[in-house]
């Protein structure tokens, strides 16, 4: 169960961040580890979940207690550093959403 981040109550945010990697990944792992390193030490920073196929297809949900929080992330200078170098360089594509968490459950039991 480790690989599921543990979750509050809601209402929560969660930046759903979906990405095709280029034909250019060279150390892209490691910014990686190094941005969520940093997240997890942001202020409203709940938790992260992540996933790559083996064709370079990867979704990556962060969570946040705010709008607030998530805004603060946002614009971190060394996350808009690789924000740069992720656009120039490690993504195919990408798409950014963002949404308020009002239900949660977990299972195999569900509700």
Known sequence: MDRFAPMPAPPYYAVIFANQASSTPDGYGDMAAKMAELARA??????LESSRDAEGFAITV????DEAAIRAWRENVSHLAAQKVGKAR???????????????YEGPEGR
């Open 62 to 65: 962060s969570y946040w207690q």
């Open 42 to 47: 942001q202020p409203g920073f709940i938790g």
């Open 90 to 104: 490690w993504y195919e594509h990408y798409r950014l959403r963002v949404a308020r968490v009002e239900r949660a």
